[in-house]
């Protein structure tokens, strides 16, 4: 469990370990005209401060819409958290009546978003975007929030800051708009940040370069960052521990290094195999078989497990562990690494051959 | 719309948590992906009430039109009686009489016809030019484009009513039906060449186009086989509610004395000979006004719920 | 954006011509001797009729007949009608009325076509949303000549809310008019404001303020209606024209002496000076707030940038 990379572990982490967010059993719906559909199903994890927390998953696996939870900003209706818990600093936002939840969004718990074109209003400047910030949240007047703003765009390392602070997004190269967000998401030192697939959008070099951006300011300010992306590559870069998501549930957790390098779901493991690797170079590419689940109707049993290469149906199966009907809890496979699969010592004992 | 629009609306579906299982990617939707554009649409208009509502107005308006002797139970609109006028709706005439003591029923029933072929003719019409006129701007450019753009901004520039009201003074078309919807689609075909140039315009410059002209194929045979048809939903959009609209403005020009002329039978003549009877015999104006919008509804309805079923980013 | 707005100005001058030789040429090519017509029942002298044709320019061709009167035109005399007034005289009468209906339809389509736009479009398929959208629908298809009368009838006959014509009783006396000329504008910015509201509560970037933790009044005020208000706010700039061209019916029904009024007696009267006058006017206003609207585009929109 130790990390074998030092120089991810720059953050400072408190002495007492004690985390800043807590997710407890979360649940999401969407009610919509054509059914219910279960965007998260039980979701739980916790983040410290400056520990770095990938979530991993397909589109439509739930890790947006548990952050969007989070964050309290999901469209209701057609969402519903229909249960769990959100602790932020002890308390469960979830439980807060919604003016509360609002003053922790920026200060407490700050967000970017995948696609910074869209997400930055296109008609106020981004100065305006950022000191909007500091007028919300802290009644500052709009020429010391733009002066700030100014400030920020330096530490973002936008060039020329003072001279970009009026222009508008549409102004800015992809790359640059992504640190606007980011500006206006650090603006107030949030407790966590989350990075909702901050570089999909981006040029590789950009991404990088984004990707660097936030771990630095994450090694400033020891904030938690919670990346969710789709891309092996960044996770096995940045991340400290690393959730799997599945059809809205965690499937896999553990420390980067160890789910990466040996995997105990399936699901996880097909992930891996499906990544061209230096070491295996000539072999064939395995894809995971099948398309991701409907959630508005997720399989019995296993949700994974029409899609699964090592399912047990019928008398295969061990009692209790039959993989269309018996649902697998997620659980302590070995120490510091948890799965949701009937059969995970088998993978990871195969895996370790 | 482009592919990377396409891919920011799936995005934005998904991650809003809003996919129903027709957009989302992370669900097979292969049966439903066959479907065509009309087929979908028809799905979509069938569960639409607005569209029922529409179709039936329309259908027992163009019954009206076609077969009025039934609807007018038995009366002739043109056999009066004096001694009847003005006489108030009862159980044996629903609509009264008229101030020649006509049945108004009858009357109101037998309008129908005039509206109907004026709208069509004059949809007609405005198809044909916006067409023509919108196809080969759109496809050609240059020079042609430009002459023509600005010629459809002089008379866009011209207030509808007005240009045709002055079109119907001038009286080189004549006062009978046909020059009533030669004088509104002068005034308006512009709508439907600008529909249809931008729809030119952008299918021209797609990949498929270009793929169809590196195989060979002749401008004309690009223009109608892979161009007009991409015009057809928003076009007949266009057409539904323009008519109702047409039949709205043959009303109103009648009623301001320039359109048709008695002893033609018309809703405009009927609203505008019961305007000086409003105060002792509103039913002569409310009559043929309620069928008259009952008309232009049914169509507004049946274009609006066309419009939210070709169009899949109006859905709610 | 200067040098867009004087490449407009430019580009509207051939329509403006265009149009006013399209008009002046039907309204020349009327059947019937006006000259002959005013005589009435005790006809003119050859001579009369002759110097009054010479007068009126009646005996060049129509071509130059045109260039003629825009040569008045340009040093603002717009001629006389066969009475010997002057056009312009008409029109300074006329057209106070036409504006002040045009005010008081634009005010209320845009007070209540907002409001009731944006309160659809917050709450979406919610009992308000249902509402708009079904009176719209309605609205929409009644003819204004039908809604016009209604209106007297209901409103100013049974009621006795409203005048029933003329225009009396000042701003009063334009209320029903102008409520009737809106109606349809109405309708249509209720369901513009809607569609863009609806479609800008699920924009990333009302996502992103609500993520910034800016309160709800913020979020719908500053982030919402200022981007769903750029193409409502330009439809009713462009409805302005729009609607002073077209209040020729409200003018009608309600016997407001405004210059819809004038160009339907006009027409009726053959009076072409004051036709070709006033429609000329006209379409000047709409080519006028069309260009207007445009460049309101660039100053509300950033994005837009005419160079």
């Known amino acids: 469990m130790t990390r074998p990379d030092l120089s991810k572990a720059t953050a400072p982490v408190p002495a007492d370990g004690r985390p800043v967010l807590e997710v407890d059993d979360l649940h999401v719906e969407f009610r919509t005209r054509s059914g219910v559909v279960h965007a998260v199903n039980g979701v739980s994890y916790s983040l410290t401060q400056g520990e770095t927390l990938a979530i991993l998953g397909e589109s439509g696996s739930g890790k947006s819409v548990s952050a969007q939870a989070i964050m309290g900003i999901l469209d209701s209706p057609p969402a519903v958290i229909t249960g769990g818990g959100i602790w932020f600093e002890g308390t469960d936002l979830l439980t807060q009546p919604e003016e509360e939840q609002r003053k922790v969004r920026g200060p407490g718990i700050s967000m970017i978003f995948q696609d910074a074109l869209s997400s930055l209003n296109p008609v106020y400047s981004v100065g305006f975007q950022i000191g909007e910030m500091f007028r919300a949240h802290r009644g500052m007047s709009k020429k010391d929030a733009r002066k700030r703003a100014i400030e920020l765009m330096d530490r973002v390392r936008i060039p020329a800051a003072a001279r970009r602070v009026d222009d508008f997004p549409h102004q800015f190269s992809g790359g640059m708009r992504q640190r606007v967000m980011i500006a206006m998401a650090i603006a107030l030192d949030p407790r966590i940040l989350i990075a909702d697939e901050p570089t999909t959008a981006l040029d590789v070099t950009v991404q990088a370069q984004v990707m660097d951006l936030l771990k630095d300011l994450q090694a400033e300010t020891g904030m938690g960052l919670i990346l969710i992306t789709h891309d092996l590559g960044v996770v096995n870069e940045v991340a400290d521990n690393v959730a799997v998501m599945y059809a809205g549930e965690i499937v896999e957790r553990g420390t980067v290094d160890d789910v990466f390098t040996r995997p105990a779901h399936p699901y996880t493991d097909g992930l891996m195999s499906s990544v061209p690797q230096v070491e295996a170079k000539g072999g064939r590419l395995q894809p995971i078989v099948g398309q991701p689940p409907n959630l508005a109707r997720i399989p019995s049993g296993c949700p994974f497990h029409p899609r699964c290469s090592r399912r047990r149906l019928g008398a295969e199966a061990a009692p209790g562990r039959e993989c269309s009907t018996d649902v697998p809890p997620l659980r302590l496979v070995v120490p510091g690494r948890e799965a949701a699969c009937h059969y995970s010592e088998e993978v990871l004992g195969v895996r370790a051959q | 719309m482009t592919d990377q629009q396409q891919a920011d609306l799936l995005h934005d579906e998904v991650e809003a948590g809003t996919t129903t299982g027709l957009a989302s990617p992370s669900v097979d939707v292969t049966k439903e992906r066959q479907n065509s554009l009309w087929s979908d649409a028809w799905g979509h208009l069938k569960r639409n009430p607005l569209f029922w509502i529409g179709a039936v107005l329309g259908l027992v308006f163009l019954l009206m039109a076609i077969v009025p002797q039934v609807f007018a139970r038995g009366a002739d609109p043109r056999a009066c009686n004096l001694s009847n006028s003005q006489q108030k709706p009862s159980a044996e005439h629903w609509f009264g009489f008229d101030q020649q003591g006509c049945d108004y029923l009858a009357n109101v029933v037998y309008g129908a016809r005039n509206s109907l072929i004026i709208g069509l003719l004059a949809v007609l019409v405005i198809l044909v030019l916006g067409l023509l006129v919108g196809a080969v701007t759109g496809f050609y450019g240059g020079l042609l484009d430009s002459l023509l753009s600005r010629l459809t901004d002089i008379f866009y520039a011209v207030p509808f009513i007005l240009g045709a009201i002055v079109v119907l003074r001038s009286g080189f078309l004549g006062r009978g039906v046909a020059a009533v919807a030669v004088a509104l689609a002068i005034f308006g075909w512009m709508t439907a060449m600008r529909l249809v140039r931008s729809q030119v315009i952008a299918v021209k410059s797609s990949d498929y186009v270009a793929a169809a002209r590196a195989m060979g194929a002749s401008n004309g045979r690009i223009l109608i086989r892979h161009i007009l048809p991409n015009a057809v939903a928003p076009v007949l959009v266009y057409t539904t509610i323009t008519i109702g609209v047409l039949i709205a403005a043959e009303a109103t020009l009648t009623y301001l004395g320039v359109g048709l002329q008695r002893p033609a039978i018309s809703w405009g003549l009927q609203i505008s000979a019961g305007q000086s009877l409003l105060r002792t015999s509103p039913h002569l104006v409310l009559f043929p006004s309620i069928i008259l919008t009952l008309t232009v509804m049914a169509f507004i309805m049946m274009g609006d719920a066309l419009r939210d079923a070709l169009d899949p980013r109006q859905r709610a | ?307």
């Open chain 3, 1 to 307: 954006m200067g040098r867009y707005v004087a490449r407009r100005l430019l580009l509207t001058i051939p329509v403006l011509l265009g149009a006013s030789f399209l008009i002046f040429a039907m309204v020349y090519a009327l059947p019937g001797d006006p000259i002959r017509a005013l005589g009435g029942d005790r006809p003119l002298s050859p001579a009369v009729v002759a110097q009054l044709r010479e007068e009126f320019n009646l005996n060049d061709p129509l071509v130059v007949q045109y260039v003629k009167y825009l040569g008045d035109l340009i040093q603002g005399d717009l001629g006389t009608d066969f009475r010997g007034r002057e056009v312009l005289d008409t029109i300074s009468q006329r057209l106070p009325v036409t504006i002040k209906l045009t005010v008081v339809a634009i005010l209320i389509e845009t007070v209540i076509g907002i409001v009731a736009g944006v309160l659809a479009g917050i709450r979406r398929n919610g009992f308000l949303d249902n509402l708009v959208l079904v009176s719209s629908t309605i609205v929409v298809s009644v003819p204004i000549l039908v809604l016009a009368f209604v209106g007297q009838y209901v409103l100013g006959l049974q009621f006795g809310w409203f005048p029933v014509s003329g225009i009396n009783e000042g701003w009063y006396s334009y209320l029903l008019p102008g409520l009737v000329l809106a109606a349809g504008s109405l309708a249509y910015v209720a369901r513009l404001t809607r569609t863009s509201v609806a479609e800008n509560m699920r924009a990333d970037y009302v996502r992103t303020a609500r993520a910034k933790g800016l309160p709800r009044r913020t979020v719908i005020l500053r982030h919402t209606l200022r981007n769903s208000l750029i193409p409502v706010v330009t439809f009713i700039g462009a409805d302005i024209g729009t609607l002073m061209g077209g209040a020729i019916v409200t003018e009608s029904v309600f016997n407001l002496p405004g210059v819809g009024r004038a160009i339907f007696d006009s027409v009726r009267a053959q009076e072409g000076a004051v036709v070709v006058g006033i429609v000329t006017l006209l379409v000047f206003f709409f080519v006028f707030f069309n260009l207007v609207v445009d460049v309101l585009y660039a100053v509300l929109d950033p994005r837009i940038r005419y160079d």
